[in-house]
């Protein structure tokens, strides 16, 4: 999904989005496609693209705006998206990502009229990290990562939940 990203740390994957188990129509199959199964924002429960079936997709989320720099040792990306604005409060969801050599700052932004919203990041069990958010709640839950056909495995999922419209999740490593 847009502005979804996965993340590696001296070669071992820490942050992932669900995979792919099934190609099966099946509600699996639609929750594996979903915005909720990747490293990004969820506004009001909607997937950002309308995905139809097992395989087709509707209204795209198109990318908007995108830019990058280095910043002293830091490496920075930032970008938007539209695919909520066919929802009532025409929300646009913006991004800006800046890495460093000890972690990863996200910035998420709406842009919009909304009632619920829900950053999630997929963390695989034995990450060697610590998190915190800023103008936000986190909070971890249980759930699946499928790096290959018909393969399942335990992870956890963050799940941030903005108190404000600019909210922050960092990520920190040694």
């Known amino acids: ?8 740390l001296r070669g071992q994957r820490v942050l992932v989005n669900a ?8 509600a699996e199959r639609l929750r594996q496609r979903g915005t909720a199964a990747h490293n ?10 309308e995905v139809w079936s097992s395989f087709r ?11 990058w720099g ?18 009532p409060g025409k929300v646009i969801h913006r991004r800006r990502w800046r890495l460093d050599p000890h972690g990863l700052v996200v910035e998420d932004v709406l842009e919009g009229r909304y009632t619920s919203a829900e950053a999630r990041f ?12 800023e103008r936000a709640s986190g ?24 108190a404000a419209l600019v909210w922050t999740t960092r990520f920190r490593w040694e």
Do not use: K, M, N
């Open 70 to 87: 280095r910043d002293g040792a830091a490496l920075w990306l930032s970008a938007g998206h539209e695919g909520y604005r066919r929802l």
């Open 57 to 67: 997709v509707a209204r795209r989320a198109r990318p908007l705006v995108v830019s």
């Open 40 to 49: 990004t924002v969820v506004v009001d429960g909607v997937d950002s693209s």
């Open 19 to 26: 995979g792919t188990s099934t190609y099966e129509v099946s």
């Open 122 to 133: 997929h963390v695989l069990r034995g990450s060697e990290f610590t998190w915190t958010v």
């Open 1 to 8: 999904d847009t502005l979804s990203f996965e993340l590696s």
């Open 139 to 162: 909070r971890l839950a249980a759930a699946t990562w499928h790096p290959r056909f018909g393969q399942s495995i335990a992870c956890e999922v963050l799940s941030v939940t903005p």
